[in-house]
């Protein structure tokens, strides 16, 4: 086939940021497809003229933003399945729902699925609460991913902590708030990869033991994207060693969570699980990261699926929604 991988451009020399492309279209060429890649920045005429030039028989999406937008996959999502084109991943319902972290919430709650209690604090509407919250509370973007926003002081143990944050993330990152209640245990990836009959993968436990003493144990941007940080030099990755049983729920909890969210081919859900072995789904995300050396393909590694069937599987999978 002839396959489009899309994905954003920076605007600084027009540089590819996602570290996936490549490595997705070595694995594609490799299963003998044509490549192309095709980066757009913020220009909605160069995107309809580029697909138009590369004629995919389908595109492999990559777009999690458009410009500084970061609701932009949704309108991208849109974009595609308005000019009919097949597409990787989530269709725009679902980027929605994965970007508006309190809808999200709700839906996981209608289904009985455990997610902490929070509060959702906008800039242009009303307060809006869902539990009864408690300190210490988590404070992030509703709908700004990659940790953006996030740092040492989103763990706030007061109201004045509480209300500094929520008008930082106003301010700074343009985005209402979402506090949440600080669940203080073992935190979980779980992928799920398919459709009707979706699987989860074994689930990648984030190890904190290389932070310091009384520093918190969460992911905030340096631990994410800062490689000279002791945030990110003090945590990693691993697969998770963890009992058959607790294992079967991680698997479960995240598979009720990748359909009420109505994800599509593939998804990674980040849990916590607190000391007294009660989970929460914290977040589901809709085609998530998808670099080689990621959580996602460690964990299908793990399941004993390699890099290349992987990419193969999730054009697999894309295909036979089309049919």
Known sequence: MNITILTYLET?????????????????????????????????????????????????????????????????????????????????????????????????????????????????????????????????????????????????????????????????????????????????????????????LPPIEMDFSGLKEGQPRFMDHKAKWVKKSQAYKGTKAVLADVPGELRAKLQKVSLDSYRALRARDYARVDLRVAETGDMYVLEVNSSCDLDPHGEFAMAAAAAGIDYTALIKRIVELALERYK
């Not at 940021?17 to 060429?29: G, K, Q």
């Not at 999406?61 to 309108?75: A, I, S, T, Y």
């Not at 508006?100 to 919430?105: S, Y």
């Not at 109201?159 to 700074?172: D, G, P, Q, R, Y």
């Open 12 to 200: 600084d020399g027009g540089k590819v940021t996602d570290a996936s492309v490549e490595p997705i279209a070595v694995a594609l060429r490799a299963l003998k497809h044509e490549v192309s890649i095709l980066g757009v920045h913020a220009n909605v005429t160069e995107l309809i003229e580029g697909l138009a030039r590369c004629k995919p028989d389908l595109v492999f999406n990559l777009m999690e933003m458009f410009g500084k937008n970061w609701q932009g996959d949704v309108g991208v999502a849109g974009l595609l399945q308005l000019l009919g084109y097949r597409f990787t991943g989530g269709g725009p319902g679902e980027f929605y729902l994965r970007q508006d972290k309190g809808l999200a919430k709700k839906v996981l709650a209608f289904e009985k699925i455990a997610t902490p209690d929070f509060a959702v604090f906008s800039k242009n509407a009303g307060f809006e609460t869902g539990g009864n919250l408690r300190m210490p509370m988590f404070v992030k973007p509703l709908r700004a991913d990659s940790s953006q926003g996030i740092d040492a002081n989103s763990l706030v143990h007061s109201t004045s902590e509480l209300m500094k944050c929520v008008a930082m993330i106003h301010n700074k990152v343009n985005d209402s708030a979402l506090a949440e209640e600080y669940i203080d245990g073992r935190e979980f990836y779980v992928g799920v990869l398919g459709n009707v009959d979706a699987t989860a």
